[in-house]
């Protein structure tokens, strides 16, 4: 076995795909030290600059004086602390619903609902661009995994009209994590009725970002339905760690009773679900951080405008600057790297072939005089590369 893993380890650094880890010291913040150098960085999720908000801090500080750190056994044994009931309540309110069930990752809720919801009868039917997440959590439910080309509903609907599974899920991230594009909710959800499917919105990139006061995709689009499975990341916008899942009462109380990754494991700290409380708070009392955001946006939108490389069609914090060729877009990030600013690339297999970009993502706690450097570097950068 360690031949083979040798092996192919030796594959993957010839095809110059070797990844390596930099390490972070500090806070996750705009300005921020990776391996000892000093960055400006657009790479994070933090896309509105909560990780570092004082009153998330110290709300977590004073949970953790009262409560302690760990939470000690699973949800269904005694881990379920008030806190997390406080915060699955204060965040299903804050995209219309009454109740919400709290996983430790995104990653794992998924896992759980899919998992939980279909079997071999059923069928999943998925955007080919979907979070790698979401097509694991197909082949782990055994149902049968269906992908179509990126968003294009034409397909989705064949696939539809011919299936004989017992149960439809359709699931599709709610904006795409590599190109920052947004699914088109309300086709989705007609044709969701039409063939009697649900859908699963992943709104790990559209939660505190999306709709009014960041209330996520929902609310973007102003819909609401019972065939809808809302899942939202909590260690993006929100600041944090973690995810939580909302949708029809029947679905929830099913998903407590049997997603595996919700019963079999341990209750994240109460403290981060004090810090998720104060997230809603700040997302409602601070408006400005999200509607800065929307203005960067439009910023970097507006001013980056380059020859060689263009800016994907994205209206989300996830603005992705197309290279194709993956050499070179890791060139160029290293030709970033160099004057102080870091963008990684991010190159197949996370994205199809020559498709290589950079993913820029922007954040409120950016400034718009930073988004200026960024846009002055890849001029430079393009003047010296392309
Ligand atoms: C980040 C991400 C996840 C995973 O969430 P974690 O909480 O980081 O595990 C799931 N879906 C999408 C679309 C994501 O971008």
Same mark, same amino acid.
């Given at each position: 076995m360690l031949k083979q893993l040798q092996a192919e380890l030796a594959q993957r650094a010839k095809s110059g795909l070797m990844r390596q880890r930099r390490v972070l010291s500090g806070a996750q913040q705009p300005e921020i030290d990776l391996d000892g150098q000093a960055l400006l960085a657009f /790479?994070?999720?933090d896309y509105l600059g909560l990780a570092h908000h004082p009153q998330l801090i110290q709300a977590t500080q004073q949970a953790l004086g009262q409560v302690?750190?760990?939470?000690?056994?699973s949800h269904l044994i005694n881990g379920h602390h008030a806190l997390h009931e406080q915060a699955e309540k204060t965040l299903a309110a804050f995209v219309g619903y009454p109740n919400g069930l709290l996983f430790s990752t995104g990653y794992m809720a998924n896992l759980g609902i899919v998992s939980a919801l279909l079997g071999r009868e059923d069928a999943l039917f998925a955007d080919k661009l979907n979070h790698a997440c979401l097509n694991d959590a197909a082949i782990l439910s055994r149902a049968s995994f269906q992908r179509y080309a990126h968003q294009d509903l034409a397909a989705l609907e064949r696939l539809l009209a011919n299936s004989h599974a017992r149960r439809k899920l359709v699931a599709v991230d /709610?904006?795409?994590?590599?190109?920052?594009d947004i699914a088109d909710v309300p086709r989705l959800l007609a044709l969701c009725e039409q063939y009697d499917a649900y859908l699963l919105l992943d709104d790990a990139h559209g939660f505190g970002v999306l709709g009014q006061q960041g209330r996520g995709i929902l609310s973007h689009f102003s819909v609401s339905s019972e065939r809808i499975i809302y899942m939202a990341t909590l260690g993006k916008a929100a600041g944090v760690a973690g995810a939580f899942v909302a949708a029809t009462p029947v679905i929830m109380e099913y998903l407590m009773q049997f997603a595996r990754t919700y019963v079999y494991t341990t209750a994240t700290p109460p403290a981060l679900a004090a810090a998720l409380i104060q997230s809603v708070a700040v997302m409602q009392q601070e408006p400005q951080r999200q509607q800065h955001l929307i203005d960067l946006i439009a910023y970097l939108k507006q001013h980056c405008v380059l020859q060689h490389w263009h800016l994907m069609p994205s209206d989300t914090a996830i603005q992705p600057l197309w290279v194709g060729d993956a050499e070179m877009a890791v060139r160029l990030s290293l030709k970033l790297m160099q004057a102080g600013i870091y963008v990684p690339a991010i190159r197949p297999p996370t994205v199809p072939q020559n498709s290589a970009r950079l993913r820029i993502s922007l954040s409120a706690a950016h400034t718009q005089a930073q988004v200026q450097q960024l846009i002055a570097a890849l001029h430079q950068a393009e003047s010296e590369l392309a």
């Open positions: /790479a994070s999720n302690g750190v760990g939470a000690g056994a /709610a904006v795409f994590s590599m190109d920052g």
